[in-house]
């Protein structure tokens, strides 16, 4: 699994991000459960989203590497499967 940073993160640890690097997006989101007294539960559901713009650690970055190990996959086709 791969491992990103924005750009503020890898800042403060005193690593770089490669010159003409594209940064990717990621998206959170989830849902707040708030009183509604206009309602008949009680209760409304407001979501939130919010995005980041992240690199890549080790292949973006300098100065910093990854914290995990990438697991290699050996991958034995089957010839039939495969044609």
Known sequence: MAE???F???KETGATVKKG???HIIVFWKMFQV????TEEGKKNIPMVRYYRVFKIGEQTEG???KRELEKFVHDPIKEAER
């Not at 009183?35 to 206009?38: F, Q, V």
């Open 64 to 66: 910093i590497e990854p």
């Open 8 to 10: 503020n993160q890898i």
């Open 35 to 38: 009183d509604d007294k206009e």
């Open 21 to 23: 690097s594209k940064s």
């Open 4 to 6: 990103y940073a924005t």
